[in-house]
């Protein structure tokens, strides 16, 4: 028995075999060693893969018949570790050791949570940056579920994200939006002409006591202000005006639930369009276009350097819209 133990401690070792040459590494080592694609990523950012006695961290390295291969499995892959995926598709628009900034489409969420685990914009990015899996966060807030991830965008809100890629540009990051350094500007659609050209709400939300997967306003709820400019009004096809939307606060929805409760709600938002739970109150031409919300301008300290400024233009499909009202 205690043969069997010392040998089961050792890390598995074979000789690549003729069917695996050329292919890349994390797929040899997913065959290999019985792992996922994305754990066997992990294994392989961690060090725990050698190729002839030299630890090796390119995950796209083609392997070759013959060599020795050694991967070190006493430490299972962390299943608490958000997993890698290669099929998420969206921009980043810039990248550095520190910072990552993104340009997010519609549709796609942010990171996993209730009911789901993949497909979000944080296994995109573990895919393609899969060291932030692997971040020893000892003493900082960094969640290995959601690496990165200081601020959010709705799945249907479109647009630029900053997000850290290590815990000190996290944590950077983390106190600038507390101290509002960090600028965020939307363009959003909304029905009907708000009269004033400028404005600022301040209304406290919180999660709806009536329905809780909305947010509403409530004299119990957090601090929100939401600042707007008023760039066009249009009359044709019908009543609405084009904002740009500055948030001093980042609660959830908080565009969508501010313009809401002044009556003019994002065009295409359904959820908080609605009249008691119906669409009623929304024309055919509101309901033909998704969430009309895109950050388009994001602004910020570089934990290490200067202030930083990204520009998003309307992705075509907002665009086309509003092109509709003869802009």
């Known amino acids: 028995m205690e043969g069997k133990q010392e040998a089961k401690e050792q890390p598995m070792e074979w000789l690549i075999p003729h069917e695996l040459s050329e ?4 797929k040899a ?14 294994l392989i950012v961690s ?11 390119d995950k796209k390295l083609r ?12 430490d299972k892959p962390n299943q608490d570790v958000c997993i890698g995926q290669d099929n998420i598709h969206f921009k980043v628009v810039y990248v550095d050791w520190h910072v990552i900034v993104v340009d997010k489409p519609s ?15 944080v296994n995109g990015l573990v895919a393609r940056f899969p060291e932030m899996a692997n971040i020893d966060s000892r003493g900082t807030k960094w969640d290995s579920m959601r690496p990165g991830i200081v601020h959010r965008l709705d799945k249907e809100t479109s647009g630029l994200m900053v997000v850290a890629r290590t815990p000190t540009a996290y944590e950077n990051l983390v106190s600038q939006l507390q101290h509002r350094a960090v600028q965020r500007n939307y363009l959003a659609l909304v029905s009907g002409h708000v009269q004033a050209d400028s404005g600022l709400i301040d209304a406290p939300i919180a999660r709806s006591e009536k329905n809780a ?4 306003i ?12 008023v760039w066009s009004r249009f009359w044709q096809p019908y009543s609405a005006s084009l904002l740009e939307v500055t948030l001093e606060t980042g609660r959830t929805h908080q565009i969508r639930v501010h313009m809401a409760a002044i009556g003019h709600p994002v065009i295409g938002d359904l959820r908080y369009s609605s009249t008691n739970g119906t669409q009623s109150d929304l024309s055919q031409s509101d309901r033909s276009c998704r969430l009309f919300l895109h950050a388009h301008r994001l602004s910020f300290d570089h934990p290490l350097g200067p202030r930083m400024e990204f520009n998003s233009p309307l992705p075509k ?8 009202f003869g802009v």
């Open 107 to 121: 549709g796609l969420t942010v990171h996993p949570g209730a009911g789901q685990n993949s497909g979000t914009l």
């Open 29 to 42: 080592v997913a065959q290999l060693a019985g792992v996922t694609r994305s754990q066997a990523v992990h």
């Open 23 to 26: 292919q890349r590494l994390d």
């Open 63 to 74: 392997v070759k018949a013959g060599e020795h291969f050694c991967i070190d499995l006493l």
């Open 317 to 324: 499909d907002l665009q086309d819209y509003l092109d509709t």
């Open 218 to 229: 409530t004299a119990f709820g957090k601090p929100a202000y939401t600042r707007y400019e």
């Open 47 to 57: 060090g725990k893969v050698s190729i002839s006695s030299q630890t090796v961290r």
């Open 213 to 216: 997967t909305k947010m509403a």
